[in-house]
């Protein structure tokens, strides 16, 4: 067990050095933002291109953090009805959301790479190439896939020991 559990280790830290990286282009979009609204209203004179800046670095935001959300369990759950059911029902449960969250994500992770690779479109004013964003959605995409693995494991390896 050794062994799988440097594997899990090695992935948590990726996902959070992953997630630090996507924190970082909060700065630059809230400066850009505000730059924006302040030559927009104040002197009357916008930035040109922000709307595509900010569209670009909030998918950045977004997609580098999804993981790190997943590790740390922020994702929204509604534990209404599962917490009226016995514990070994609930592992079940969480198992087969699990796996379809993996079925779904790995079909994201997949497809996102197969349009990446073929994009060859850029943005409408600053000329930004898309296919470095298509190919993030397949990393981020991946990156999910990995930790709901590290989660499945552990989640069938609870259900095992209350067997």
């Known amino acids: 067990m050794g062994w ?3 594997v899990k280790k090695g992935i948590q830290r990726l996902n959070r050095f992953i997630s630090g990286i996507g924190a970082v282009f909060l700065i630059p979009l809230m400066l850009i933002t505000s730059s924006d ?66 079925f779904i994500f790995s079909i994201l992770a997949w497809q996102g790479w197969k349009v990446g690779i073929e994009e060859r479109t850029v943005s409408d004013m600053l000329r930004i190439p898309q296919y470095p964003f298509r190919l993030l959605v397949a990393l981020a995409a991946f990156l999910l896939c990995l930790e709901l693995l590290i989660d499945l494991a552990d989640a069938v390896r609870k259900f095992v020991e209350r067997s």
């Open 37 to 102: 609204v302040i030559g927009r209203d104040i002197f009357n004179h916008p930035i040109a291109g922000t709307v595509e800046l900010s569209e670009y670095m909030l998918a950045v935001f977004i997609l580098m953090g999804l993981a790190y959300s997943q590790q740390v369990k922020a994702h929204v759950a509604v534990s209404l009805f599962i917490s009226r059911i016995s514990a070994r029902a609930q592992l079940i449960l969480n198992m087969v959301t699990i796996l379809l969250s993996l």
């Open 4 to 6: 799988l559990d440097n």
